[in-house]
């Protein structure tokens, strides 16, 4: 068994048959750094991108997306997001829908360069790319206004729903 999969098999006992917390489901967006956000065009076609994110203790999710992105041109029409974070070995996820508004000026360059500092993003090949210069990068701050916790037993297949907003 690798450590990963060790890993995975420790974190499933301690979510599965237990209520999950609001509190349970920000340490699990704050242990993550990707997300897949999902859009809706000006055709009125869902559109799907990863994202890197943070979440704070409030519950506002912020990601950064290029200017130049399907993301930017929908969100500019339609500000409602789906949200889902994951697991890679294990099948727990986060599910949110919101709304998402664009922040600008200091406090959005703020955002980013806060984002591109976080261990989980340098980790990662995003860390070093939203340090690029001349990349017109974007904020955005989504009020979420409904998430979901979604885990599944991999023994049983036992699957639980708890909604904590």
Known sequence: MTFGVRRAICYT?????????????????????????????????PESATVIYFIDDNFNFYFVSRRNTRKFENLQLNNNVAIVAGTE????????EGTAELITGEEGDLLITEIAK?????????????????????????KINWLRW????????????????
């Open 89 to 96: 070995l294990i099948p727990v996820t986060v599910q949110i």
């Open 13 to 45: 006992e301690r979510i599965m048959n237990k209520e999950i917390s609001k509190q349970d489901a920000l340490k699990f967006l704050k242990e993550k750094a990707l997300a897949v956000i999902s859009t809706v065009s000006t055709a009125g076609k």
């Open 118 to 142: 976080r261990p989980q993003i340098q980790s990662l090949y995003f860390g070093p790319f939203l340090q690029l210069k001349g990349i017109d990068f974007a904020a955005f701050k989504v």
């Open 150 to 165: 979604l885990s599944v037993d991999p023994e049983t297949g036992k699957e639980d729903y708890s909604q904590i907003i």
